[in-house]
């Protein structure tokens, strides 16, 4: 008779493997979790060596950051550095190695570190690039996190390439702020820049809707949260910060999600989409001008017709420009085929 197969040993205490062991068992992250915590710690053992967890230095620390950070964003390396900070605590509360004190607390990078390298590595979309975020679990497989907001996972993004709008103003949207003007479906958008200028907290911005948002059937989606409570935001899934912003916590969920499909480059967040909707006007042939205006940061004092006191691009003219911005390369056919089933 065939011979039972042994136990498999388990793992050593005081190992990597061991406290993955022990905090997949008593934690229960969930599978996504689990796997990209088990990556990290394959990628710190590459640089430092498969030591024993109480052997762990602050230069081994380092030295791991050193080897990553060239090719992530900052915010990402705290994300991981986070991480592995983590699966260390609870290797020392569990008692599975000596160490009195976690050699991760202190190593992650100063938040103004994070917010410049952010800033300074922006970068727009490539097409290919916008072709794997349109084709990701989100847009083909019904994918709808709670930490992305929900519908706001598939929306936020197509609104941001499609309008060029800043996050939190899109955030902030009501079903009743898509509305017809001159016949023209609009979105009207809070103008974040003049409302800062201003000190004011409601100065409005209308915003032609671009044709493959209509074709998306974003109209029906405003429609069915219309009947369902119209008093609230487009997205009441996403929550406030403790600044009480709507987008941050959207935006550190897209992160996330664009690293998990392959957009790991470290140019690329939220705001990317905004360099990728100017540069989609550029290849139109827009002006700049009008460019300007779509994207919210038209200067007053320059041109502009009054509306409500603010002096405004002649609505026309945004509505010209809109209809002849194209997404050359993007590839969002798979869209308007499923609004168009649902209709």
Request: net charge positive; charged share 25%.
């Amino acid at each position: 008779p065939a011979q039972p197969e042994p136990e498999p040993t388990p793992p050593a205490p005081d190992s990597w493997a061991a406290v993955l062991q022990s905090w997949q068992r008593l934690k229960a992250p969930s599978a996504q979790t689990y796997s990209e915590a088990a990556r990290e710690v394959e990628r710190f053992v590459a640089v430092v060596g498969n030591k024993p967890l109480h052997a762990i230095t602050h230069a081994d620390i380092e030295a791991y950051k050193a080897a990553r950070v060239a090719g992530i964003k900052l915010a990402t390396m705290n994300k991981n550095l986070t991480m592995l900070s983590a699966l260390l605590g609870h290797a020392i509360t569990t008692n599975l190695c000596p160490l009195l004190k976690n050699p991760f607390t202190g190593a992650k990078y100063a938040s103004k570190a994070v917010n410049r390298d952010r800033v300074h590595r922006r970068d727009a979309y490539s097409s290919d690039q916008l072709n794997l975020l349109l084709h990701s679990p989100v847009y083909l497989d019904g994918y709808r996190p709670a930490c992305g907001g929900g519908e706001a996972a598939y929306w936020l993004p197509l609104l941001g390439l499609m309008t060029g709008a800043r996050l939190e103003d899109l955030c902030r949207i009501r079903p009743d702020d898509a509305f017809q003007r001159e016949k023209v479906w609009c979105l009207r958008l809070h103008d974040s820049k003049r409302e800062s200028r201003l000190g004011a907290t409601a100065v409005m911005r209308d915003v032609p809707l671009h044709d493959g948002l209509l074709r998306a059937g974003f109209l029906d989606f405003v429609a069915q949260r219309r009947r369902l409570a119209p008093a609230e935001r487009l997205f009441p899934e996403l929550t406030r910060n403790a600044r009480g912003k709507y987008g941050k916590r959207f935006g550190d969920w897209y992160g996330r999600y664009i690293d998990h499909i392959g957009l790991d480059d470290p140019s690329l967040d939220f705001h990317s989409l905004r360099h990728s909707f100017e540069a989609f006007c550029a290849e139109s042939g827009l002006s700049a001008e009008d460019t300007d205006a779509l994207l919210g940061h038209a200067p007053d004092a320059d041109y502009g017709r009054n509306e409500d006191g603010e002096k405004r691009r002649p609505f026309s003219a945004l509505v010209k420009a809109v209809r002849k911005l194209r997404f050359r390369g993007v590839a969002m056919a798979h869209l308007f085929a499923a609004a168009a089933q649902v209709r």
